[in-house]
């Protein structure tokens, strides 16, 4: 299926089949966002892996240092790493835009230079969805 055929990319890809003017590599990207809680970042995390717009995410604890509306603020936050198809980015990003409740949430995307092709193949094939036609996006 279409595991097996990235795979068969991602080795042609690595014998040196394919040049940079013929083949574009599948990419991965990484959506950082900061959330205020352990709830919504659970609550977040939970939705864009069960919509299949993220493989993985990664929720760390940090304090954040900011100026808002001209105050200083420290604040304990919550890193959320969202691992995607670089396609997905879109709707991913509109996606947490539209679920987040921060009036300026921060949504930013890390290109990922390179990556190991298990780990890149693993990730395109759980976020695999189905189109209302029966293809798989």
């Given at each position: 299926?279409?595991?097996?055929?990235?795979?068969?990319?991602?080795?042609?890809w690595r014998?040196?089949?394919?040049d940079?003017?013929?083949?574009?590599m599948?990419?991965?990207a990484?959506?950082v966002?900061?959330?205020?809680?352990?709830?919504?970042?659970?609550?977040?995390?939970?939705?864009?892996i069960?919509k299949?717009?993220?493989?993985?995410?990664q929720?760390?604890p940090?304090?954040?240092h900011?100026?808002?509306?001209g105050?200083?603020?420290?604040?304990?936050?919550?890193?959320l790493?969202?691992?995607?198809?670089?396609e997905?980015?879109?709707?991913l990003?509109?996606?947490?835009?539209?679920?987040?409740?921060y009036?300026?949430?921060?949504?930013?995307?890390?290109a990922?230079?390179?990556?190991e092709?298990?780990?890149?193949?693993?990730?395109?094939?759980?976020?695999?969805?189905?189109l209302?036609?029966?293809?798989?996006?």
């Amino acid at each position: 299926g279409a595991r097996l055929l990235l795979e068969d990319h991602i080795n042609a890809w690595r014998s040196g089949v394919y040049d940079s003017c013929r083949w574009i590599m599948p990419a991965l990207a990484i959506l950082v966002t900061t959330v205020d809680s352990l709830v919504q970042a659970q609550r977040l995390t939970r939705a864009v892996i069960e919509k299949k717009l993220a493989a993985c995410v990664q929720v760390t604890p940090l304090v954040s240092h900011y100026v808002w509306e001209g105050s200083y603020c420290e604040t304990n936050e919550f890193k959320l790493e969202m691992k995607l198809r670089a396609e997905d980015y879109p709707i991913l990003a509109d996606f947490v835009r539209s679920a987040h409740n921060y009036e300026t949430p921060e949504i930013i995307r890390l290109a990922v230079e390179a990556v190991e092709p298990a780990y890149l193949a693993w990730v395109y094939e759980v976020t695999k969805r189905h189109l209302g036609n029966g293809d798989e996006l």
